[in-house]
């Protein structure tokens, strides 16, 4: 039982190119979570996918797509990467469904540079 | 809309002291509190939470936190620090209606002094 697993776990970027982060779980989560983590700003919501075949906007999704492949794996793409996505980001995931909350588990973070 | 302040982006202490981390926490339904932690390099592990029910909630390594409605607080202690509690300590709180995101604070970097 690996829990949620990023790939890949560094990345240095320039400007302009594009990549996909990926992430995967084994719990059999229904949601799934993109944050961004930069210095005393905390964590930020990207988008999440709250089941499988959705996804919705988080707090900062601009210059950011997701794709929820299938229960197990949410993808991040950044298809015009630039200085300012330099962060670390993590993929997170719960269980429930409809207005039941169960804590998310954590990946262990994909630090990315934009030059 | 949900926020959560913390007050003290560093606090030291030293080894055997009181832990005392602050958060408050702007919500306008009914809160579920969480405090995570993060060792360096690695993701965030959650220390406690709070739903409904008893108010001061025991997590893991000897940590506890107290929600108190009046004062929009949830406040995290620990009686005696060890130098294994160094890391970056996060408030968070569940968003309103049906969606699950939290909504974290800026963090609070503890260092244990020896």
Redesign the interface.
Known sequence: NAG?TQTPKFQVLKTGQSMTLQCAQDMNHN?M?W?RQDP??????IY?S?SEGTTDK?EVPNGYNVSRLNKREFSLRLESAAPSQTSVY?C?S?S?R??T?N??F????TRLTVL | AQS?T?LG?HVSVSEGALVLLRCNYSSSVPP?L?W?VQYP??????LL?Y?TGATLVKGINGFEAEFKKSETSFHLTKPSAHMSDAAEY?C?V?GGG?R????????TRLQVQP
């Open positions: 949620v949601s979570y944050y005393g700003m905390g964590l930020r919501l999440y709250a988080g993590f997170a719960s429930g409809g207005y909350y804590e998310q954590f990946g262990p973070g | 959560v913390q982006s579920y969480f995570y390099n690695q993701g965030l592990q959650l939470k739903t996060f968070a569940k049906g699950r995101a939290l909504t974290f604070g800026s963090g």
